[in-house]
Structures are given as C-alpha cells and as structure tokens.
T-cell receptor, first 111, second 114 residues
Framework: KNEVEQSPQNLTAQEGEFITINCSYSVGISALHWLQQHPGGGIVSLFMLSSGKKKHGRLIATINIQEKHSSLHITASHPRDSAVYICAVRKNTGTASKLTFGTGTRLQVTL | EPEVTQTPSHQVTQMGQEVILRCVPISNHLYFYWYRQILGQKVEFLVSFYNNEISEKSEIFDDQFSVERPDGSNFTLKIRSTKLEDSAMYFC????????????FGSGTRLTVV
C-alpha cells in the first residue's frame, strides 16, 4: 500500500470551476509538499505545509495533521492550470530529508 | 531566482553503456538528491547526499549507480551499465535544511535506453 495516496487520479474541469485535490498519508511527517508537474516533465514546488493553511494567488493548501490529510484547492481554474499535481511528504523518521511521493492527480481544465 | 540546472535534457544510450547525468545545485544548498520517474509512474527516491557522502539510498540505488560531487559545484549520477528499465526521467534536487525537506528541483534529464 502506498504511504501517500491522492484522489482523484484524473480530473477534468471547465474554466472557472473550483477544484479540490486530496492527499492522505499513513506515516508520521514533518512536512507535506504540493508540487506541480507540467507536460514537459519539470517539477515546481507550490507549497510546503506542516500545519494549517497557505494561500498563493488562486491556490490554497490545507493540512489536518490529526487526520493525516491535505487538500489543494484551485479557485477560478484556468486552462494554464492543466498539469499533474503531486503530493509528497517528508517523513519524520530518519535523518535524511528525502520526499515520498504520491502518484499525482492529472488535471485538465477546458475552455 | 536560483535554479537547479540539469544536463543534458535528453539522452539516448545503448543498453550496457555508461551514462553520467549532471546537476548544478543551488550554491548555498547543503543537501542533494536524485529521484527518478518511470513514464506513467510516481517519482521515486534514489539517493541523498550530504557533506560529500551518501546519507541515504533506496533499494533501487544498487551497485550500478554512483554519485559524486567532483568539484564542489557539480553533482553527478553515474549509471555504469544501463538497462532498458533504467529509461526514466531523472530529477536532481537540492535543499538548504533537512527537517522540512523543502526541495528545489531541476528540470530533469530524460534517459532513453535502447
């Protein structure tokens, strides 16, 4: 079983829709990351969370440590938001700070 | 904004050949990582590197893989004898601190083994 699970796997939305992507994890973590991967393959860090909520432009990320769950919201979605969104965690065991990744959510926003 | 630079962006190699993937991390970062992503699959950890030595490696990182920081700026991943299943996107990343895992990723090298 994956330590980091995302849902949905695929998501199609119309421009302007409010989008939610969910991430659940089964291990203790020191931080959770939301990443964006564009079709060319490059990965961009969107948020790093250890508690509460963060907002950047139209993107909002929340985390509930007790429930081991995080959500990424996109308000007023736009075709340029089309990408794969990946949840990754930094486990709080061990000394290294590697990330453990979810399988990603592929988002397609249409006009 | 500082970037992690990876070269080449795409490499095609014959099975059994050695390849070296290169990365220039951000200059004040202390931790360096290699990850790979096989087409259609999730990103997987290969190895982390700190203070000129490997700090952790995954079971994927077997004897055919090695990492090096030869000159204080470049960080390389060598695959000694490539197999078809090594075909993947390889990402380099670096970070300042270890506690939160905040990474800056390079744009990746797509390795195709034929």
């Amino acid at each position: 079983k994956n330590e980091v699970e995302q849902s949905p796997q695929n998501l199609t939305a119309q421009e302007g829709e409010f989008i939610t992507i969910n991430c659940s994890y089964s291990v203790g973590i020191s931080a959770l990351h939301w990443l964006q991967q564009h079709p060319g393959g490059g990965i961009v860090s969107l948020f790093m969370l250890s508690s509460g909520k963060k907002k950047h432009g139209r993107l909002i990320a929340t985390i509930n440590i007790q429930e081991k769950h995080s959500s990424l919201h996109i308000t007023a979605s736009h075709p340029r938001d089309s990408a794969v969104y990946i949840c990754a965690v930094r486990k709080n065991t061990g000394t290294a700070s590697k990330l453990t990744f979810g399988t990603g959510t592929r988002l397609q926003v249409t006009l | 904004e500082p970037e992690v630079t990876q070269t080449p962006s795409h490499q095609v190699t014959q099975m059994g050949q050695e390849v070296i993937l290169r990365c220039v991390p951000i200059s004040n970062h202390l931790y360096f990582y290699w990850y790979r992503q096989i087409l259609g699959q999730k990103v997987e950890f290969l190895v982390s590197f700190y203070n000129n030595e490997i700090s952790e490696k995954s079971e994927i990182f077997d004897d055919q893989f090695s990492v090096e920081r030869p000159d204080g700026s470049n960080f390389t991943l060598k695959i000694r004898s490539t197999k078809l299943e090594d075909s993947a996107m390889y990402f380099c990343a670096s970070s300042v601190l270890s506690t939160t895992g905040a990474h800056t990723f390079g744009s990746g090298t797509r390795l195709t083994v034929v």
